[in-house]
């Protein structure tokens, strides 16, 4: 028996192109983008759709196009498949859109949040203040250990993705970054890698985006998930509405404990995880956290008929 998470993807997802099979395909996935745009008050579709690049990539502009493409991917397979999750999933703004098809926020509103949240984390960090660097093979302990040791002198510099087995990201300020990146290289890592990000995204440097998206969200009617959402901050269920506006604050400037929350969702029995959104980057990370876990995506019309074979029967 198959017991079904959904899981929704975070900022780096993003392409130029993302969601135009499904909107040229299905009227419910028009709409969707088309509603995106009469909310946010600019054409987010043209620009999902034909870029440029380099402005889809602005944080302020990522976090909503990511959302609005994945809720339209999602409301494409509820209307196709009939499919439906017992759990929900996101990484990092994926949450919004686990929250979005947990009837916890509804669609205009997550909107409207993440394009203020996009904008209050770049101005939380100056351009050239911090910076991300993936670390790729070296037990997270080590990794928590040379943050440390590189923040000793001064400085910020933390651990702020625990994405899977052997992939952890940190951030910081950029001379204790650096520090930690070589330290990590000296302490066994296969790989560090300095992101190509705006800002040290999820460190406690983003304390007052954190602090400035509390009082937004402060306004926004949220309501108990209908199906509970791991929480990122936490790698916990979120059940009540009070709950929902805690974890988004605390997410802005808090790790991503992706590996432990889909650890937390293997052990208790899901085995199916769909990507629902531009990309598959979580279902790489979930294959690393579970070889026993069966992952589909839906990001495009073949994509979506291959998960529609697998659950025709599905009711």
């Known amino acids: 028996m198959s017991k079904i998470a959904f899981i929704f993807p975070g900022q780096g997802s993003q392409y130029v192109g993302m969601a135009r099979q499904l909107y040229d395909q299905f009227p419910v996935c028009r709409q969707t983008m088309e509603e995106a745009d009469d909310i946010l008050g600019f054409a987010l579709t043209r620009l999902c759709f034909e870029g440029p690049a380099e402005e889809l990539n602005s944080t302020v502009n990522t976090q909503p196009a990511i959302l609005a493409a994945s809720i339209a991917a999602l409301r494409v397979l509820y209307q196709e498949c009939g499919l439906r999750p017992q759990a929900l999933a996101g990484h990092s703004l994926g949450e919004y859109s686990a929250l979005v098809a947990a009837g916890a926020m509804p669609y205009g509103d997550a909107l409207r949040v993440v394009r203020q949240r996009g904008r209050f984390m770049q101005e939380a960090a100056p351009a050239g203040l911090g910076a991300m660097a993936a670390v790729l093979g070296l037990d997270r302990q080590k990794v928590i250990d040379c943050c440390r040791a590189a923040a000793s002198s001064g400085g910020v510099v933390e651990p702020v993705n625990y994405n899977c087995p052997g992939q952890v990201v940190i951030a910081g300020e950029k001379a204790p970054l650096g520090q930690a990146m070589e330290l990590c290289r000296q302490a066994g ?115 979506l008929e291959k998960v529609l074979a697998q659950f025709k029967e599905v009711g």
Do not use: C
């Open 189 to 303: 890592a296969k790989r560090v890698i300095e992101l190509a990000v705006s800002g040290p995204f999820h460190s406690s440097l983003m304390r007052p985006a954190g602090d400035r998206l509390a009082q937004v969200l402060a306004e926004v009617a949220v309501q108990d998930p209908q199906i509970p959402v791991m929480a990122n901050v936490s790698a916990s269920y979120l059940t009540s509405a009070a709950e929902v506006k805690d974890s988004l604050t605390r997410q802005v400037y808090g790790a991503v404990l992706w590996e432990d929350g889909v650890g937390k969702m293997v052990e208790e029995g899901f085995n199916v995880m769909v990507e629902v959104g531009p990309g598959k980057v979580l279902s790489g990370l979930v294959k690393k956290i579970s070889r026993e876990t069966t992952t589909f995506q839906v990001d495009d019309v073949a994509t």
